[in-house]
């Protein structure tokens, strides 16, 4: 039972930090933090491309495994 707390605990650390990256790829849609990073420059380019869409559906897998992982650890030690 150890074992797997520790796999989980270990699975969260990769899946957090690729959400982080995941996250911070994303074109900025305008306005606020990504304006003061240069993301306003870009935002006339107008358009979804196939990469775009791609990245957000890895994005989504990724949160909901994160979410499948956090549950798991909540139901671990809600039991043990």
């Not at 969260?12 to 003061?36: A, E, P, Q």
């Not at 495994?65 to 909540?74: A, F």
């Amino acid at each position: 039972m150890e074992y797997v707390r520790w796999f989980l605990n270990g699975l969260l650390i990769i899946t957090s930090c690729f959400l982080v990256l995941l996250i911070l790829m994303h074109k900025g849609r305008g306005g606020g933090m990504s304006d003061m990073f240069g993301g306003g420059l870009s935002s006339s380019l107008g358009g979804s491309s196939v990469a775009e869409r791609n990245l957000n559906r890895i994005t989504v897998a990724m949160a909901l495994i994160w979410t499948v992982v956090i549950v798991g650890i909540g139901v671990l030690i809600r039991f043990s």
